[in-house]
């Protein structure tokens, strides 16, 4: 039968691969992806994959041991890792992503300009990175890592700063987005000659999971792709993003919310060239604004606030908005005076249990001169959280299972720990010949990520709400414990520790 | 809900095991007057089989793959045993061994080691379990090429492929056979000279007694007579028997099976399951 199809194959579409008709039947995914790198055409390789469908009575689908839908940098590491792993070598990977082939960057094609999507990668993701091979691209194409992230109260003096005691070694690195998937992808193209393989403008439309555990028929998850085209796979992998159709399709129940609150993103331009290697956060009523550096020159903005202000910061000129940053960081209006004395004599005890503690001198940040033209966006805030990141034969990874506040820069951070651990859990399955998709393997990578993802959510969840207020009991409730945090030495490095996990 | 699915599956487990023993006296390859097959056992079971649950998750036999697999895998590749499982650094471990999985019923562990790269021959008495084995392994494209499942019984085998295999496999099966020392002798004898024997099995201790006996049949799910304690192996007696078969006993390690999290791990304590590894003199 399988060779029935691989004849007609051939008849119809695939006279110059006659060589290969001798394939076994197993062989048929090589086959179709031949063809796909004989042919960089998209609409007809998808015309191929449909040809292996309605050519013979009985499809004959292509087979992977895992499926990733959504090649961004948690899907696109995740593909990196499962391809980089010596262990898994013989196991075959599949990204799908409905976007185009992402651009290879260049420091050339970068130029001066930045791109306004930016996160702050932690020193765990960039051991995963590393481990991919990705973060030696990164370094040679654009990052700027910083040594100390100062965090203040608008309506208060308290202040809480972050930084290893030698101000050498890195808090985090602030990469742009593209430079991240840029690196991925190219690692992806030395994958491809192995055993994982990458199709682009290729969406996801639906999907099906049989029964487990029966014996008569196939337990295998089918993908049926947009094109009408299928794929099956032992285990799926849901990397597409917030609003994720894998999620949806594979019925997660999602507990989400949304914040009222928009994040306004642009390229900023310092007024002077400052060594920049302190990233700021200062909490107004209205929402945090962060200064993110990315070089001697430039810092980035990730400015969380109503809808409506949003809206009206992204409607004014480029000067109008250079002026709300500035007045954002530097304003004293919010001060609640009344507070100051009880914090000022809390900071004096704290300095008489804790002298001598050179991280708690205020700095003040750069003073913004321009912005990067057309670099102004905004995107709607939200949580969300999967009740569940794995059922049987699928797993969510990355923004699908989970979505957090930009405040704390944790969302992708926790995206790439969930890509080392589902890495870990699928090595270990395969070192003891299991089924990629058996749900006893899988749950192992759910509770190990929940038992770190949703504390870490609750806090920044916390913080959000703490920090939306002017009420005095709450401004001095946040400013005692800003204050006691930045002075207690072991509560502040475990703070810097377990961010950086 | 956790503990009443593991429940259910240890049920369906030793359902199918008894299954296996009891469809001995349907197929004409295995004769009933095999000494390995104990007629009580086969009428006891006639009434509770069931094959069809044998791969349903959770599962105790397959996450029992946790430890049965890195011991087999370990040992074969002449790997030094430990506590926890440290990964190899390669694919495909076992590439070039043969194993044969005595009992193999459903496959759960036959599978597992073809995915590690072994040929592995799953031989099993009962003519639905082999069935059952084969169909779940024809949905796997990764399976066909090293995997092969018998309907025969141990002796069959000795009569046609003695000395064939670098490892045999004999789990969770010697407590259900009427006669354990020509079932291991049976197992010595599939070995090639310098080739693997692995069983695990249960203790007949009072520890035993009381989990396999008291705690899961009378007051658990597992029907009243699935085991009986008399059947259950010291393992002085399996050591004594490899002894005596020019066998030299490399370990013997206990096992534990934590109901809650469904999961396996070596113990020290020998006294309710165990598992044993013997190397064949050559
Ligand atoms: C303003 C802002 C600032 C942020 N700052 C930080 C920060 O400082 N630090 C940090 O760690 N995080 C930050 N984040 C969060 C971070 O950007 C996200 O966590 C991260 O992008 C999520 O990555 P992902 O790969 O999970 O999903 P996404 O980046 O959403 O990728 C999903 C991919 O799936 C593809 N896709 C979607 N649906 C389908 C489909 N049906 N078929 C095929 N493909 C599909 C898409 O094309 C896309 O490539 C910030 C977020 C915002 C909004």
Known sequence: MAMQTICQLHNRCLK???????????????????????????????????????????????????????GGMAGGALACALGSEVTLADHKILLLDHGKKPPKLTPESLGSEYSNRVCALNPQSKKLLSGIGAWSTIEKLRCKPFHRMQVWDACSDSLIA???????????????????????????????????????????ANLKVPVQGTIDQESWVTVTLKDMSKVKTR??????????????????????????????????????????HVAWQRFLPTGPIAMLPLSETHSSLVWSTTHE????????????????????????????????????IFED???????????????LPPSVGGIQPGSRAKFPLGLGHAMHYVKPRIALIGDAAHRVHPLAGQGINLGFGDVSCLKDVLVKCANLGGDFGSISSLTDYETQRQRHVVPIMMVIDALKRLYSTTNPAAVLARSLGLQATN???????????SASR | MALSGTRMSWLRCKRSLGRKILLTTNTHRCASNDSTVDQKEVEFFGSIGNVEGWWKEPNVLLSMNQTRVPLIRDALTQQQFTNVDQHPTSCRTLKGKSIVDVGCGGGILSEALVRLGASVTGIDATKDMIEAAKLHASHDPALNERLRYLNVTSSDLVKVEAESFDGVV????????????????DCIQLAKPGGSIFITTINQTWAAYMIAIVLAERLGPVPIGTHQYEKFVKPEILKSIFQKNECSVKLIQGQMYNVFTNKWSWASDLSVFYAIHAVKGS
């Open chain 1, 487 to 497: 002075a207690l030495k072991p509560l502040k490095d475990t703070i810097i520790d």
């Open chain 1, 162 to 204: 972050f930084n290893h005691p030698d101000l050498i070694q890195e808090l985090a690195y602030i990469v742009e987005n593209n430079v991240t998937i840029s690196a991925l992808t190219e690692q992806l193209e030395h994958l491809k000659q192995g055993n994982v393989d990458v199709w682009y403008e290729t969406g996801l």
């Open chain 1, 309 to 344: 202000e949003a809206k009206k910061l992204l409607q004014m000129s480029d000067d109008e908005f250079v002026e709300a940053v500035n007045h954002a960081f530097w304003d004293d209006s919010h001060h609640v005076a009344s507070l100051d004395i009880v914090t000022q």
């Open chain 2, 170 to 185: 004999a789990t969770e099966v010697i407590e259900h056979v009427s006669d354990v020392e020509s079932f291991v002798t």
């Open chain 1, 16 to 70: 110059s691969l006659a060589t290969l008709v001798v394939c076994p039947a197993r062989s048929l995914t090589c086959l179709a992806k031949k063809q796909r790198e004989s042919c960089h055409h998209h609409r007809f390789q998808s015309r191929v994959r449909r040809f292996s469908q309605d050519s013979s009575s009985k499809p004959v689908t292509p087979f992977y041991d895992v499926v990733i839908v959504g």
């Open chain 1, 349 to 363: 005890v704290l300095k008489v249990l804790q002298p001598d503690d050179s991280s708690s001198v205020r700095q």
């Open chain 1, 235 to 276: 285990l799926l992998v849901g990397a597409d993003g917030a609003n994720s159709q894998v999620r949806k399709f594979g019925g997660f129940t999602m507990t989400r919310w949304t914040y009222d609150q928009s994040a306004v993103v642009a390229t900023l331009h310092l007024a002077e060239q400052t060594e920049n």
